[in-house]
């Protein structure tokens, strides 16, 4: 495998047409689709379908599969460029589950990268499983997992738990929750903000006592939603991880259908309203709230979602250490969430 092939590979993913592919690479098109034909050979399979008559090339199943590879391969290629030219610049290659990247790590990148300026960031999304295979091949330095799996090379540490609660509509009487992120102290003075202003306009607080939970769940003591008020076609359904999966094999007959199933998390906001639900962890619902969908408190919901992160034993990259400070410091301010970090600055 060759860079040749890579470069030829990744533009006709880009350009569609092998032609122009050639026309852009400044190489003949058979000469082209000889380093295709070469790189398939070496890979064992074919990575692109081509019919007669359709100048228009797709990836085969395992070219969609092998394009992330080829990816990281180019990035690969740079860094060692970089290195024989001394202009290499600190950087940290990392992938995660969805539903991690879309709904926390937006603000980490940000505090991760403002740091140093020199600083250069790598991400991907993948499943669990893809992960730590590549992890474990070197190809990414930090992966963040809801699954674990074995691995001899792999250490799994536990990054942080959640509970779940309940996003959307919802039947019967059952009092929505804010969830109000921050620091202990604006949590604290908030919640007494909240009982003062309660004396003070004659509210009634013995027969419905407010709470706060101390991690920023404001509460009534009314109770939350049962499972078993939950209409399963009005569901937004996603798969967070194997517990939950089980946890809904239990509660819900497999043979109705949800309103939609959705791998994408980022998805999910553009379908859970009035009339649909969905069951969240607290960091997403956190998020959702402030697009205006109301939480609920959900009983007899699925045990906490715990995420894990990867590192290859031995990867003695620092910037693993600075991004875990920034997420550490981040997940400090989601209500609910319970960092397992220790990291100091």
Known sequence: MTNLEIEAFLAVVHFETVSEAAQQLYVTQPALSRRIRALEEE????????QKG?????????????LPVAEKWKLLWQETGAIAGGNRRPGLNLCSVGSVSSYLFPQVFRRFLEEDSRYHLVFHNYHSSEAYGYV?????DLAFVSDQRYSRMVKTIPAFSEPFVLAGGAPGEAETVVLAGGTADRVAHESATACMADRASGEKTTDEPRMWDGLGLRLSGRPGVSVDELDPSREVRLPWNDEY??????????????????DQMSLMEEFVGENTWAVVPASVGYRLQEKGIPLRRLENGPPDRMIFYLVLDGNENRLIGRFLYHLDACLRTVPLVKSFLDTQK
């Open 54 to 66: 359709i100048r228009k090339v797709e990836l085969t199943k395992e070219g969609q599969q092998f």
């Open 43 to 50: 890979i064992g399979c074919r990575l692109f379908q081509r």
């Open 245 to 262: 999966d089980a946890w809904h094999m239990r509660h819900f007959p497999e043979d109705v259908y949800p309103h939609v199933y959705l």
């Open 136 to 140: 474990e091949r070197g190809m990414t």
